[in-house]
């Protein structure tokens, strides 16, 4: 995946966010940008084509090159509680070795329905901004670069596709989820008054699960699968 920078510094945070826009605080402010705001997505057909699919999966040939075709911008607050369009939400699960970033939303946290939930991803809605050639590596990019500090080497591959439907946020955003293998073990996160994380393995991090987003949990299922990097290698 070739992930170009992008310069755009749009402030929509949160894989499965509910809140209003971090930098305009709530009140007026905050319904105002919510309902500016736009939004990329994908009507539900085109994701459920062959029929409903639950978890994180690999997605069908042709399937990213068929949402990058037919994705739209819709105003997210007439699209935050309709099922028939999905909002595509990059994701971004960072590894050095045997260990991945979990992050958990603090009280100032602007994700109000995601306060004090543990998180194995960096993601976020996809913004005018993004569009281009991929808009999708183009959102992944902006949302990682927002969210943490990292300067060492990155290779990026694809987990799948991430769908549940649980709850009324969850029916209406797709996840599109990369593993991003670092070289280097110095990552940080820029607001820490929102936001803490660290490094831990997968075992480590086993006493957090009840407490992780349901997108979290599904990835950590997931990747318990795989076999492990072991502490002296990238996977």
């Not at 949402?67 to 105003?75: A, K, N, Q, S």
Request: overall charge neutral; glycine content about 12%; proline content about 6%.
């Amino acid at each position: 995946l070739q992930l170009s920078r992008c310069r755009v510094r749009g402030r929509n945070r949160g894989a499965l966010s509910g809140g209003s826009c971090p930098d305009a605080g709530g009140g007026a402010w905050g319904i105002l940008w919510a309902v500016a705001e736009e939004v990329w997505c994908v009507r539900r057909e085109d994701v459920f084509g062959e029929g409903p699919w639950w978890g994180l999966r690999p997605p069908p040939a042709g399937f990213l090159e068929r949402i990058r075709e037919r994705g739209f911008l819709m105003p997210r607050a007439r699209v935050e509680e309709d099922a028939s369009y999905q909002q595509v939400i990059p994701y971004a699960v960072f590894r050095h070795r045997d260990r991945y970033l979990l992050t958990r939303r603090l009280r100032a946290s602007s994700e109000r329905r995601l306060r004090h939930l543990y998180s194995l991803g960096v993601g976020g809605h996809v913004n005018p901004g993004d569009l281009g050639s991929d808009p999708i590596a183009a959102g992944l990019r902006r949302e990682w670069e927002e969210e943490v500090s990292y300067a060492g080497r990155l290779g990026w591959r694809l987990l799948g596709l991430l769908k549940e439907e649980s709850s009324p946020v969850g029916r209406v955003h797709l996840g599109v989820v990369f593993l991003a293998e670092g070289d280097s073990p110095e990552i940080s996160i820029r607001e820490t008054h929102k936001l803490a994380g660290e490094l831990l393995t997968l075992e480590q991090m086993r006493i957090h699960y009840l407490q992780m987003e349901s997108w979290s949990q599904l990835i950590y299922d997931h990747l318990a699968t795989l076999a492990p990097p072991g502490p002296d290698r990238l996977g």
